[in-house]
């Protein structure tokens, strides 16, 4: 009867403390460009509040520091990426952790890995079939790195000293398509051990309305699987879709996609920078490509010829709690804001405005996190025995 009580007096505290926030809130990473420090806040959605979690120390102006999507790992919490611009040698970027992250009185921060091959985080996902954390590495060219690494890697949650390369990236010199400039690894959510995979640049096609020295290749999607629970080098990556519109049939070739979001529905829904727009591509019960198709067009939602306001879509998501898509809107002379959109482009209805969000994800519900707190739990007890 005592251990009864003790359980039920931890899921009460677990449930209270997770009362805060309501499933559907969203939790964003900010950069504050101006030397602010930048932070992790909590979105509360019905209220259109924000409250700052987690505050990093401030840093110079030129840094970009929360440029990595914010993940979430198997016993809830939280991953977020830091990279410092320019790119050093040796690396000066790492991937912090957070640890109750909803409890003010037993919230923890830590760096879960530092230095290099961690260069510049641009995409995070936990992957349950390697107890890895899978992130896009992209430092970019432009940098004198004799250490550099592109591509996609691989974490060891039990042992953050070991660093996997998942997809190394090809060189510039390989025929098209082939993927260059990885930025996003998004979770397939109706199948475990897959994940969506972007890259800026590699597609067959270039934006004619981009200039050569601009990166005009067509984006591309390609889809990883992780095959082996011991391995996480063992993968198949196949191409699902090459963005140029010789593919798609598309008016116009997709060169900078900004975030990938997968839905209950089997689809995905991506975020275009250059067209200002968020395309839904259709995929078959297989999970192969079927067609895409624009769903918002933000120069026409904003008015943009006549407000003469122009608006980027970055760092989509699906909401599994509302079932809508929510995104973050940039453009010059925007701080940014993070909008709702129903999944076919209607609704379109701004949460916060005025802040630099940098990545976004859903609150889960109270009850999960009661549950993955009485599994900590119930671990502890089974190590004392």
Known sequence: MKKRTLLTIALAGLA??????????????TDYEDGSADTVELLRVASGTADTLVTWSPGDQTEQRQIGQIARGPNGEYYTGNSPLPVQNPST???????????????????????????????????????HLLFANNPGSGFNLPLREEGVLGIDLNNPANVSVVIDEPSFGDPRPRYNSFN????????????????????VDDDPTVPPNADPEASLIG??????????TDVSFSTLIDLSASVTGLDRTLSRIRGIASADNG??????ERTRSIYEVVLDGNGDFVGISKILDLDVALDSGNTGEFAQPFGIIYNEFTGKLNYIEKGFGLTGRIVEVNLDGTGRTVLLDNVPATSLIAVPTPSTLALVGLGSIAAGRRRRR
């Open 223 to 232: 889809r990883l699987v992780m095959n082996n629970p011991a391995d996480p």
């Open 16 to 29: 209270q403390t997770a009362s805060a926030q309501a499933p559907g809130d969203i939790l964003f990473t």
């Open 184 to 203: 996003i690894v998004r979770h397939d959510r109706l199948r475990s051990n897959n994940f969506y995979i972007g890259t800026v640049n590699g597609g």
């Open 93 to 131: 970027a790492s991937i912090r952790r957070i640890d109750n992250i909803f409890d003010p009185m037993t919230r923890t921060t830590s760096t879960f890995r530092s230095s290099d091959p961690v260069q510049s985080v641009e995409g995070m996902a936990y992957d349950p079939t390697t107890n």
């Open 267 to 272: 689809n995905i829904y991506v975020a275009e």
